[in-house]
């Protein structure tokens, strides 16, 4: 049996300085059936032309007219996506060789489709690559977990477990039922496309790495981290106000506790760790 499609979207701009790292991520797949969207944003770099140099059939180029900002580029991937199965990568981002394949065959394997998302643990590198930690869902064992446990775990812990959208995959079928994405709460839009996803069924925790997260003074979640109690506390009330994703009083009062101290954590290491490169 043919090996089904899956659409990896990069959307980047000025991302020139590590967007051939994102690509060539995605070219090393252990899994080959993959279509790699790059959706540039109008950049004034040399994206273009750092695209143009690649000659692999399943990469697919579009420049927008416009720059139509993160959360409408992102938009635009979900248009653009043909595949089975879909992955968001930011261009500052990698993929683990492994990753597709092995997400895919947890999709492949749910005849069901009983479960809604796919990810792994990550790895956060700073600019030069070298890695800092590794995150995932502590105490968690590899398998399936029902959705209402990972959304109490994660407005729980005050931040975003489940991780970046290079960490996750979904099917395609999915988005004309969960919708664009949503940057009303700039710093979680990817933990609120999470959330709305784990309405349509379970996630599964491969409990391997599926990605790397690359912190650099100039990335969108470094220049926004300082609002994120903000809107961490506004993504939990919107969330809050529906009785689907059950989240009671003592969640949210856990969870904002917590967002307020990594927000202070945050912002102390990502001082030391960008005053020590200059």
Known sequence: MPKPLVSVCIPTYRGAAFLAASIDSVLKQTYPNFELWVLDDNSPDNTQALVARYTDPRIKYLRNATNLG???????????????YYKLLPH???LAADCL?????????????????VFGSRQIIDPDGRVLMTRGLRGVIAGR????????????AGANPIGEPGNGLIRRELINKVGLYDAGHPYLVDLDYWFRVLMLGDAWYTDTQASSFRLCPGSWSVVIGGKQYRDFKGFV???????RYQISPTDRFIGLVKARLNTVVRAVFYWYLFSTKQ
């Open 145 to 156: 977990i029902a959705a209402r446990d990972v959304i109490r775990r994660v407005v729980r």
């Open 70 to 84: 993160p959360q409408g580029n992102w938009n635009r991937c979900l248009e653009l996506a043909q595949g089975k």
């Open 92 to 94: 500052d981002d990698l």
């Open 237 to 243: 009330d919107k969330f809050r106000a529906d009785a």
């Open 101 to 117: 394949e092995q997400q895919v065959a947890v999709l492949e394997a749910d005849q069901a489709g009983e479960i809604a998302l």
